[in-house]
């Protein structure tokens, strides 16, 4: 689909600018910003958008690109680091920065922003400055300090950015960009799915099968629905895996409510292959890799024994690429998920990511779209390697059990108090450690459980959830009182950043 490219040159707000400009319509692609200027001409965009990022237009090794090469297929967009390039490479002056200016601020247009009030309150993050601008343009906004925007016939620069939640009418400010560029606002669910279904058909060949991982989450689920509906039922099997990691209960019930979706599936048990490679396993990186391992070898060894099929599907999203791989402007790799790095090299299989660029919100707009009931849709992730990752330290059966007792009282108490569909995500993770309790008139020794709960709209940033008091005291109540082996429960209180979302 036609859209925005954005070049990332390394800001942590990169994926923010894609997510808001789908938000108001527009497709919008992430690149690096190395890419050839043949590759940025194929794709043909409406407009072109440079990223902010943590470096210096004076520094030797920082990311440059040719602005006036890029203005000759689009119009520009410069964001923080973006603007300053832009600046330097037309003759320009960018002032070296003596500290960084970073939180709010506020600005004042002086022209029109459309649907934007004179003076703003924006978010800055930057060392370096425009001092003056290139012949051709002019001052747009500033700040009680610095040059905060300036544009010319073909390009607009931006100090602060406009992608995230700390700058008021951002998007009015990204929805005016994208009416400079003359861009349609053609980003529309039911157009998504027309593309994901013409893309899925294209893939495959006529004569070709398809077999689909599901893990009983949403994307896996929203992906089986989409390309058994491109393809047929006939040539898609659906392999639903017991890796020992499932929640209580999770291997009979989804079996159950996939075949009522009309989906053709098959329940593989494979719980002693799984746990006996993670014995002995505690760093979560090696995890992760084993769990992501053992999948393709059970799937490869039910291929063998059930017939040929050439393609995998994964409900692999965006925020999962962005995590695993930094393959744009030097971001750093967060943490390997399981269906992106923890894949071997040689595989039997052809991968189908239909959602590979698509983020969760979207993926459940898709599902609905497709029909799929609002409980499956509205359901909180859960994480491919399941409650491998949520079991610090080691991973046995044992531990297995008081997780699983532990999680499922804390779901049921938020879906019988009506807090389940206020929250993104919530599960227990399980310590490697053990305190000293009193319970019964004895004393113990045994486990510590951490509850979280967090609220996002994509997964890449969350804030924890903001439980009562009442609510906290009668959640560690039920678990300490029902689950013999934790006798301590607390929960984490830390925002995405710093932390993840999940612990390992």
Request: proline letters at 5%.
């Amino acid at each position: 689909m036609r859209g925005f490219l954005i070049l990332d040159f390394g800001s942590q707000y990169t994926q923010l600018i894609a997510r808001r400009l789908r938000e108001v319509g527009h497709y919008s692609e992430i690149l690096s910003p190395l890419v050839s200027i043949e590759e940025i001409k194929s794709k043909k965009p409406y407009g072109i958008i440079l990223s902010g990022g943590p470096n210096s237009v004076y520094e030797a090794t920082s990311p440059r690109r040719s602005v006036t090469a890029l203005a000759e297929v689009a119009p520009l967009l410069g964001v923080c680091y973006g603007m300053q390039l832009m600046a330097y490479e037309l003759g320009g002056q960018v002032q070296r920065g003596t500290s960084r200016e970073y939180g709010p601020e506020t600005v004042e247009w002086l022209s029109e922003m459309a649907g934007v009030p004179q003076k703003q309150n924006v978010w800055m993050s930057h060392g370096d400055v425009v001092a003056s601008l290139p012949t051709g343009f002019k001052l747009w906004a500033k700040s009680s300090t610095h040059i905060a925007a300036f544009q010319s016939e073909k390009m607009w620069g931006l100090q602060f950015h406009p992608e995230v939640a700390h700058t008021e009418h951002g998007e009015k400010i990204l929805s005016a960009f994208a009416k400079f560029c003359s861009a349609p606002a053609d980003w529309q669910t039911s157009e998504v799915v027309k593309e994901l279904l013409q893309k899925v058909k294209a893939q495959v060949g006529p004569e070709q099968k398809v077999l689909i991982a599901l893990s009983g989450g949403v994307d896996s689920s929203v992906a089986a629905m989409l390309v058994t509906k491109a393809l047929g039922p006939e040539r898609v099997q659906c392999l639903f895996v017991n890796n020992g990691l499932l929640r209580k209960n999770e291997f009979e019930d989804v079996l159950h409510n996939y075949q009522n979706l009309g989906l053709r599936v098959e329940g593989v048990r494979a719980e002693k292959e799984f746990l006996s490679q993670l014995a002995g396993v505690t760093d979560p990186e090696k995890k992760r890799k084993v769990i992501g391992r053992v999948f393709i070898e059970t799937f490869e060894k039910w291929v063998e024994q059930k017939g040929g099929f050439d393609f995998l599907v994964q409900g692999t999203l965006y925020p999962d690429v962005i995590e695993s791989v930094s393959v744009v402007g030097g971001s750093h790799t967060i943490k390997t998920h399981h269906n992106v790095g923890g894949l071997p090299e040689h595989m039997k299989f052809k991968l189908i990511e239909p959602f590979r660029f698509l983020f969760k919100d979207e993926v459940r707009r898709v599902g609905l779209e497709l029909g799929l009931p609002a409980p499956l849709i509205w359901r909180h992730p859960f994480p491919g390697p399941g409650l491998g990752i949520r079991i610090l330290g080691e991973v046995s059966e044992e531990r297995l059990q008081l997780l699983r007792e532990a999680d499922d009282i804390y779901v049921s108490y938020l879906k019988e108090k009506d807090l389940y569909n206020k929250i993104w995500q919530a599960f227990c993770v399980l310590l490697p450690v053990k305190s000293v309790g009193v319970q019964g008139d004895a004393r113990t020794y045994d486990a510590t459980l951490a509850i979280r709960a967090v609220t996002s709209t994509d997964g890449m940033t969350a804030d924890w959830f903001a439980f009562s008091g009442p609510d906290l005291r009668e959640i560690s109540r039920r678990i300490t009182n029902q689950v013999r082996g934790i006798n301590r429960v607390v929960y984490d209180v830390t925002c995405k950043p710093p932390a993840t979302i999940e612990w390992e």
